[in-house]
């Protein structure tokens, strides 16, 4: 079966640094791969998404996330965390059909 | 922005009581999903459902889950009868379209509705 995975559970970075989510997927045809972020009593709202193309992909509130085939990864980054990004952030894979596979998540913690 | 909406927020239940959670998908949208995170694991696929009928379901999608759309708006998720593993946040989404050759299908879900079973 086709998995997804996170290995950081936690992450905490201090507001104004850097970023880097990891994920990595298994093996198998050109995933399509997703970036979804959970605040606190919302939904799952979409961060960005990789079809085919360019592999670096941009998307909102100022994060990108790079596919590389080579280490079946999309990591997600950003250059300049702010206080509100804190949330738990889920990456996902969609094959072809209508099922995605989720990781199991990374909570963010950013600090003052 | 169109969003989907989820009722309850949250229901506590009897184990063995019924129990429907209702969503409103995107009005233009065709597809609609049922995903469950039981907590500290991973978000699971449930069921998808087009055209009135489900067209995918997973394993934890047994004979107990139902899903219908009884109307132009709502989509419903049933659990006949409840069990203390039924315990989760319960995700609907909503898509324009299928997985096809120009790309995957884009969700967008809801904020949820936790269920918990006493």
């Known amino acids: 079966a086709q998995s997804v995975t996170q290995p950081d559970i936690h992450i905490t970075v201090s507001e104004g640094a850097s970023l880097e989510l990891r994920c990595n997927y298994s093996?198998?045809?050109?995933?399509?791969l997703f970036w979804y972020v959970q605040s606190p009593g919302q939904g799952l709202q979409l961060l960005l998404k990789?079809?085919?193309?360019?592999?670096l992909v941009q998307g909102i509130k100022g994060f990108e996330a790079e596919f590389k085939r080579s280490q079946s990864s999309f990591n997600l980054r950003k250059p300049s965390v702010h206080w509100s990004d804190a949330a738990e952030y889920f990456c996902?894979?969609?094959?072809?059909?209508?099922?995605?596979?989720f990781g199991g998540g990374t909570r963010l913690m950013v600090k003052p | 922005e169109p969003e989907v909406t989820q009722t309850p927020s949250h229901q506590v239940t009897q184990m063995g009581q019924e129990v429907i959670l209702r969503c409103v998908p995107i009005?233009?949208?065709?597809?609609f999903y049922w995903y469950r995170q039981i907590l500290g694991q991973k978000v699971e696929f449930l069921v998808s459902?087009?055209?009135?009928?489900?067209?995918?379901k997973s394993e934890i999608f047994d004979d107990q889950f139902s899903v219908e759309r009884p109307d132009g708006s709502n989509f419903t998720l049933k659990i006949r009868s409840t069990k203390l593993e039924d315990s989760a946040m319960y995700f609907c989404?909503?898509?324009?379209?299928?997985?096809?050759?120009?790309?995957?299908?884009?969700?967008?879900f809801g904020a949820g509705s936790r269920l918990t079973v006493l």
């Open positions: 459902f087009y055209n009135n009928e489900i067209s995918e």
């Open positions: 093996y198998g045809a050109t995933p399509y």
């Open positions: 009005s233009n949208h065709l597809y």
């Open positions: 989404a909503s898509s324009e379209r299928l997985a096809g050759s120009s790309g995957a299908n884009v969700l967008t």
């Open positions: 996902a894979r969609g094959d072809a059909g209508n099922m995605l596979t």
């Open positions: 990789y079809f085919s193309g360019d592999t």
